[in-house]
Nanobody
């Protein structure tokens, strides 16, 4: 069974930085698309950033300035570097992935594998 495991969440003051990481277990191939989503209570899960096997990236426009998504050379560990964090970045952040070839998108419906989520709390 494929599982994604996030790490790196926590509490930070506004203006601070965090780096999230995510890696799958139980999977021997290369995930084609890997992405980060976030969710706050009462709102839908929203895309943050993603990256495909060839290191092509996408970002939700509002996040592009202070988030950076990357992937390790081995292929299946994805990172989200978050700088200059703001209180409205507070959310549970989820890692997602799929192995089929296709356009990587910010639609949660396109992703097959999900992590349990990691809390990021930014205080003012």
């Amino acid at each position: 069974q494929v599982q994604l495991k996030e790490s790196g969440g926590g509490s930070v003051q506004a203006g601070g930085s965090l780096t999230l990481s995510c890696a799958p277990s139980g999977y021997t191939g290369t995930m084609y698309c890997m992405a980060w989503f976030r969710q706050v209570p009462g709102k839908e899960r929203e895309g943050v950033a993603g990256i495909n096997q060839f290191r092509n990236t996408w970002y939700v426009d509002s996040d592009k300035a202070h988030f950076t998504v990357s992937r390790d050379n081995g292929g299946n560990t994805v990172y989200l570097r978050m700088g200059n964090l703001r209180p409205d970045d507070t959310a549970v952040y989820y890692c997602a992935a799929h192995s089929y070839r296709g356009a990587c998108s910010d639609s949660p419906d396109k992703y097959i594998y999900w992590g349990q989520g990691t809390q990021v709390t930014v205080s003012s």
